[in-house]
DNA sequence: TAGTGGTCTAGACCACGCC
DNA sequence: GCGTGGTCTAGACCACTAG
């Protein structure tokens, strides 16, 4: 499949971004501009534009342009992005439980269809750090149903949604969040390196994906006292 | 200013799905359909439907069609709609603090710029309820900046978004925030009915607007127990 | 007034889901 | 094969911002 018109430009200017040619505060080529340097229209340099803006990269005003936005300290857990490309560099992530067979945990919020309670289930667990600070942890699972040989598979550049989208072409199309605040159990405390009881925010996911019936199911217990996590809306 | 015509067919819709002409997965008219019905394009079509999937409303598929989605009981907050079109009909508001000039409150976590410093600020707290329980408390602050004689001025249908959007002709254009689990102050608790030190979700807001400088800004405290925020994200 | 983004038209071709 | 949504073209007019 070729990569679509608008998804290149997008990442044009993703990269061009993050990589710092375009400093925050400063424009974006117009959409007049994209159009000529990339030999399109403007409907599809506005889709380019209106991605990044859903993705929080940039703002746009109206008979001003795009202006590249300050990236917030905060973790950016509420979208699609993933948790890298969420919070910047300095992260790192240790595997609490590599992906293995296991059994659909009554821990998961949403409601799993028929259908998936019939298929087995794939589980793993993570520790997420900036610097040496553990700040959340993140357990998933999922039906292995069409993912061949998948439990036993590195993940690409230890990235999930990576290796799910080179792999086996399936790519996350939305997500569904609830949120609550909680105490910690002794578990998560001591994962986080807080004292018990602590307040932590409880984030359950339901990623939906280009396959219609398969979805991605995870736990994310999050100390926000650091880093509190982060969202923006647009439109 | 004539309304745009792709709202106007979102409204439309937006109301069928409320008022339960289209029950929970059943499908929208195609694209095609509502280009005929209503005399637009696809274009202004899409547009219309993209911001139903957006707000949360509909799912859209490709080969089938626009499903109407299930409304979650939970509060969702972290979008653009109103605490009421959020979570149903069975919510009250108790107003803590009527609409005065005050001061910028250092509990506003997000950076206030300059020039807004030097504006004067308007400020009002409300509590949100769902039947006879207190879910959520809501400050907010904002420069009555060209907002002539707003303090002093009904809500419209209890609204101050539609105020803003009818009196003022401002509309909201997106949001940030972020988001922290905290333990309830004693002021948070009481006012909550809930245990001094109970787990509380602190949601820090940044509203947008149409006006460039004008921003809205938000700290809701809100208990989590039996309604947890939602939240949904697309594409 | 020139340049920007916001809305809209009238087409086209493609990929997906289903019968 | 047919209808659906997804991408894309080549225009047009309008509203906002700025010099």
Same mark, same amino acid.
């Given at each position: 499949m070729e990569e679509r018109r608008y998804k290149h430009v997008q990442n044009f200017l993703k990269l061009q971004i993050q990589k710092g040619y375009y400093v925050v505060g400063s424009y974006l080529p117009s959409e007049n501009e994209l159009c000529s340097t990339f030999s399109i229209t403007r409907t599809t340099a506005r889709k380019a534009l209106e991605e990044l803006l859903k993705e929080g990269f940039i703002d746009r005003q109206h008979g001003k342009g795009s202006i590249v936005r300050e990236r917030r300290k905060? @973790? +950016? @857990? @509420?979208?699609? /992005? %993933?948790f890298s490309e969420a919070v910047g560099k300095d992260v790192s992530t240790v595997f609490l439980q590599h992906p293995k067979p296991g059994l659909w945990d009554p821990a998961i919020h949403f409601t799993i269809s028929e259908t998936e309670l019939n298929e087995s289930c794939v589980h793993f667990a993570r520790l997420r750090r900036v610097g040496e600070v553990p700040v959340m942890i993140e357990y998933n699972w999922l039906a292995?149903? +069409? @993912? /061949? %040989?998948?439990?036993g598979i590195d993940f690409i550049e230890g990235s999930f949604f990576k290796t799910l989208s080179q792999h086996y072409h399936i790519e996350i199309t939305g997500s569904e969040h609830e949120l609550r605040a909680e105490n910690a159990t002794k578990n998560i405390a001591a994962l986080l390196k807080i004292p018990h009881d602590s307040p932590i925010l409880h984030i359950s996911v339901k990623f939906h994906t280009s396959n219609n019936n398969f979805f991605i199911y995870s736990e994310l217990y999050c100390n926000t006292e650091n880093y509190p996590v982060g969202n923006s809306y647009h439109l």
């Open positions: 905060s @973790l +950016g @857990l @509420l979208n699609v /992005k %993933g292995d149903t +069409g @993912l /061949k %040989g998948f439990p």
